[in-house]
């Protein structure tokens, strides 16, 4: 089974809206960060997110951008990230995406990175900075070829006839809509607007739809039902390692206790 399959069979794997976990790989150091990943997906987590780090997330708040000069600073490489990556499927059947900026991808070199997460059994990609449009590095394409999802981002600003032609062009079985402008970390309110759009690109592209940015909670979640097929929860896992952490307690056991929290 390719990235692409394994994906769309979690988004039909069960009712209700799902739940994409986001971690930062190497954060607070590789051994950690494995055992995180492995409570994340064990304790009901239906997608993971692993974003390797990098010196400027731009998209980030303070939280995950503490996370990745931490994670740098243990000296977690993209290499070493993808090894743990790969460790990671060997224990689970759960979804397994990338989250990159584009700058650490093309340190690694494109291809070379496709062909290693398409061997090492990984899902996708998530490059919130990469050009839908950008004709020469064609990672969308590659991406495809391997079985690897190239998941599209959707900002708030993006019309629906955008939205349709990016999800037209993408082999991935959902996309990754931004609920507002900004950095991750400050807690969305979920109005009337903000729903019907999310239902109004689900109709018009008929991919599925994950909802991302400011999601901390469970009523948070249970007020995307019908709206969204899958929340993605950031800052929340990232900060309950890292209360953990401070408090001498282990931050695989927070993370999976918010999981539980968060999943039916």
Do not use: W
């Amino acid at each position: 089974m390719n990235g692409i399959d394994r994906i769309r069979r979690a988004f039909a794997a069960r009712e209700g809206v799902k739940v994409m976990a986001h971690s930062v790989c190497g954060y607070p150091d590789m051994a950690a960060s494995l055992r995180i990943l492995e409570a994340l997906a064990s304790s009901g987590a239906d997608l993971i997110e692993a974003q390797l780090p990098f010196s400027d997330p731009s998209a980030d708040g303070p939280s995950i951008v503490a996370a990745n000069g931490a994670a740098l600073r243990a000296r977690s490489s993209t290499a070493a990230c993808l090894e743990t990556l790969e460790g990671l499927r060997s224990k689970t059947a759960v979804p397994i995406l990338v989250m990159s900026y584009i700058n650490p991808l093309l340190a690694y070199g494109i291809d070379k990175l496709v062909e290693r997460a398409a061997r090492s059994g990984l899902d996708g990609l998530i490059v919130p900075d990469y050009p839908d449009d950008e004709p020469e590095l064609a990672l969308g394409e590659k991406c495809a070829a391997a079985g690897l999802a190239l998941v599209p981002l959707v900002a708030p600003s993006t019309s629906l006839e955008r939205a349709a032609a990016l999800a037209a062009g993408s082999a991935s079985p959902f996309l990754y809509v931004v609920l507002r402008l900004g950095v991750t970390g400050r807690r969305t309110e979920l109005d009337e607007a903000s729903l019907e759009r999310l239902a109004a690109l689900k109709e018009r592209t008929g991919k599925f739809i994950a909802a991302g940015f400011g999601i901390l909670d469970r009523a948070q979640i249970r007020a995307l039902g019908g709206a969204a097929d899958c929340a993605i929860v950031g800052s929340a896992f990232v900060d309950a390692a890292r209360v953990a952490i401070e408090a001498g307690r282990d931050p695989a056991e927070a993370v999976g206790r918010l999981v539980r929290s968060l999943t039916p």
